[in-house]
C-alpha cells in the first residue's frame, strides 16, 4: 500500500520557521517529481513548490525566497523548510508524488 505521509504543521507566529516532511512508503519515488501544495479555507489548492529526481526546485511566486524544497532519496522522503511565515501562508499542505496524494498537516501563521 502506498502512502505518503506528512508532518511537521503547526501554530507560529508570524515571521516565524516551520519545517515540513513528507515520508512515502510502499513504493520509490526516487525518478519522480515530488511536490507540495496547499489549500486554505475557501480557496482552491495551490501548487506550493516542486523537486525532480536531479533536485532541481521549483516555486509558487508568492513563496520564492522564503521556502526551500528538498528531498532525501534515501529516506524516500521531501520536505519543505518555511520561513518568515506570513498569516497567509495558513492552509492544510499536501505533498504529492506519482499521483499520490498525503493526508495533509496543518499550518496556521497567526498575525
Known amino acids: 500500500q502506498v502512502q505518503l505521509v506528512e508532518s511537521g504543521g503547526g501554530l507560529v507566529q508570524a515571521g516565524d520557521s516551520l519545517r515540513l516532511s513528507c515520508v512515502a512508503s510502499?513504493?520509490?519515488?526516487?525518478?519522480?517529481?515530488m511536490r507540495w501544495f496547499r489549500q486554505a479555507p475557501g480557496k482552491e489548492r495551490e501548487f506550493v513548490a516542486s523537486?525532480?529526481?536531479?533536485?532541481?526546485?521549483v516555486y509558487a511566486e508568492s513563496v520564492k525566497g522564503r521556502f526551500t524544497v528538498s528531498r532525501d532519496s534515501a529516506k524516500n522522503s521531501v520536505y519543505l523548510q518555511m520561513n518568515s511565515l506570513k498569516p497567509e501562508d495558513t492552509a492544510v499542505y499536501y505533498c504529492?508524488?506519482?499521483?499520490?496524494w498525503g493526508q495533509g498537516t496543518q499550518v496556521t501563521v497567526s498575525s
Open positions: 510502499g513504493r520509490s519515488f526516487n525518478q519522480y517529481s
Open positions: 523537486t525532480t529526481p536531479n533536485g532541481a526546485a
Open positions: 504529492e508524488a506519482g499521483q499520490y
